[in-house]
């Protein structure tokens, strides 16, 4: 795929990602409110609405993943180490893949049940931030960026998750640039991300803090120390 139409593609599966996120949240949230104990025949029209958006819902499912994988070349790719990243040729649609796919698994983790990571604020992070040397500084940076970014949405986390709403996108963010930083000799790089999740929301009152300070620096020294620790 050329330079020039990367950026094209990533923001057309973001649309269409959206698209499927939006489109189950509707259909969720008909099934939660769906009349179903009124009089006939109003129950059996809301009853009928509900079945067509759940099948409308499904189609969508099976378009997306057909346009992504034979018309994008879209393919489930093992997580890259940042280092890794930006030595390529092409960092800035690197990262919009890596950091696409360690969000999933991270937002997974944390119990988000409906969520959606934006691979287009990915990339725009990484080309407007790649300018720094240290790469800790960047991954901090990073940090505050997509957290702020909108890159990341949650609509469901589950009762037993072990983040607030208000601080999951941070926490998760964290996590995934953290995995990142991990050994990047590491062969099994989707196993960093699991650990590098644990690690984030046992500091996540820091992580927090730090993000409300805005403290780049301290925030750099924390994912080194931890990144030594995944």
Not at 147 to 157: C, F, P, R
Request: net charge neutral.
């Amino acid at each position: 795929m050329s330079q020039e139409f990367a950026p094209q593609t990533t923001q057309l599966k973001d649309a269409l990602r959206a698209l499927r996120y939006n489109l189950r949240k509707g259909r969720d949230s008909v099934r939660a409110t769906a009349p179903r104990r009124l009089p006939a025949p109003a129950s059996g029209l809301a009853l009928s609405a509900l079945n067509e958006v759940e099948i409308v819902a499904r189609n969508l499912d099976h378009f997306v993943c057909n346009v992504a994988h034979s018309v994008l070349g879209e393919r489930t790719k093992i997580p890259t180490s940042l280092r890794a990243i930006i030595a390529s040729p092409r960092p800035e649609q690197e990262f919009s893949v890596t950091y696409y796919e360690t969000m999933k698994l991270v937002l997974s983790r944390i119990g988000a049940k409906r969520a959606l990571a934006n691979q287009s604020a990915g990339r725009r992070a990484f080309a407007q931030l790649a300018r720094s040397q240290d790469v800790f500084e960047l991954a901090a940076q990073l940090t505050l960026y997509l957290a702020d970014d909108g890159s990341i949405a949650i609509d469901q986390l589950d009762e037993q998750s072990p983040v607030t709403r208000s601080g999951a996108n941070v926490v998760a963010v964290f996590a995934g640039l953290l995995s990142m930083l991990a050994d990047p000799d590491e062969p099994d790089r989707e196993a960093m991300i699991p650990a590098a999740t644990e690690l984030a929301l046992a500091l996540q009152e820091k992580v927090l803090d730090l993000y409300h300070k805005k403290d780049t620096s301290a925030l750099a020294a924390l994912l080194e120390r931890c990144a030594n620790h995944v």
